[in-house]
């Protein structure tokens, strides 16, 4: 009963702690925040203090003087500086709870779900540190799968792949569990960084990661298929054999191109996970097909490759971009239900 009072005067809440993108969905509200998993520091007093957070701190990246460090706290879906992680979250946080509370707020984050203990530790220790009341951890894929209305707690299987910034999630799923995940560290950041390697190679420009994510959202694609219209981008960087800055037309097929081999891993990857699928989830994938979800499933053309690769029906889910957020908010909406699904990291 004490319990069921409080959390009227708390804004539990449910954090996607991305690499690239940072959502948080509060009870009641549904998704109020959604910045960039960004943190400025200035040096102070031979101390490092925080600046911006999120989209201020977005911009600054490469454009900071020598006391400024413009930074990503987390790599690959985990935590790589947990000072500034535990900073942001405690940032995002307050942005969120405006009122004040009679208790601490319940969070609920998402981990990826090839992340060791180590790391499920350090996010956790992170949302606790920042002011949670009672931290619970959910794995990605399951979120996902929530989030894009796939009947997980039913007795038949659904596949999921959720294509995020630092990790991509492949499950299939069943009576609200994961019968078989496999989880790689190839997101939207690798496609970033193979655009820079594509044309550092094949034009001698160094471009920095702002540019490249501007490319692979403007005329980024999978594959180019015959219907597609020639597109270009005009970029501009340092030109590595003069050392001054230059500006080239890049096209959709270079692009597409550069992209082949993340594409390819990610295939395999989904392949892998299907040869584990048991034959009664597998009969019930070939009638329901894949969903795809994240920032990176947004990728043009990508449902058309996976389905080309599997032969099974595919389909990017609605909102593919913020699912995890939705389905990590439908879970603190209805805890009854989905209870099993939530766990702690010891």
């Not at 490319?215 to 981008?233: F, R, W």
């Not at 990508?302 to 990590?328: E, K, W």
Request: net charge negative; glycine share 10%; aromatic share 4%.
């Amino acid at each position: 009963m004490l319990t069921k009072l409080l959390s009227r005067f708390t804004s539990d809440m449910a954090i996607d702690l991305g690499t690239a993108n940072t959502v948080v969905y509060v009870r009641g509200k549904g998704i109020v925040l959604n910045e960039p998993s960004v943190i400025a520091m200035i040096k102070e007093g031979g101390m490092l203090k925080p600046y911006a957070f999120g989209q201020e701190a977005k911009l600054m990246l490469g454009r900071t003087p020598y006391d400024i460090d413009a930074t990503r706290p987390l790599k690959d879906g985990v935590i790589a500086d947990f000072k500034g992680a535990e900073e942001m979250i405690k940032y995002f946080i307050k942005s969120v709870n405006h009122r004040r509370s009679l208790n601490k707020p319940m969070i609920i984050v998402c981990v990826p779900y090839g992340s060791t203990p180590v790391e499920r530790r350090a996010i956790q220790q992170a949302a606790e540190g920042a002011g949670a009341r009672e931290v619970f951890l959910i794995e990605e894929p399951m979120a996902a799968a929530i989030g894009a209305g796939l009947p997980v707690t039913e007795p038949t299987g659904s596949m999921i792949i959720d294509i995020g910034g630092g990790t991509t999630e492949i499950a299939i799923l069943s009576l609200g569990g994961i019968v078989h995940s496999k989880s790689i560290r190839i997101g939207g950041d690798k496609m970033d960084e193979a655009i820079i390697s594509y044309i550092r190679r094949h034009h001698n420009l160094l471009i920095g990661e702002v540019t490249a994510e501007r490319i692979k959202k403007e005329i980024g694609s999978a594959c180019v298929l015959p219907s597609d219209q020639d597109q270009s981008i005009s970029i501009k960087g340092r030109d590595l054999m003069r050392g001054i800055p230059t500006e080239i037309l890049l096209s959709n097929h270079a692009v597409s191109e550069s992209l082949n081999e993340i594409v390819q891993q990610i295939i395999q990857a989904a392949i892998m996970t299907l040869e584990s699928a048991p034959p009664e989830l597998a009969s019930d994938i070939v009638d329901k097909g894949i969903a795809i979800t994240g920032g990176g499933g947004l990728l043009r053309n990508l449902d058309h490759i996976v389905n080309s690769c599997t032969g099974l029906p595919v389909c990017i889910a609605d909102n593919a971009l913020h699912c995890v957020a939705l389905g990590s908010g439908a879970v603190i909406e209805d805890l009854s239900k989905f209870k099993h699904v939530l766990f702690k990291q010891d």
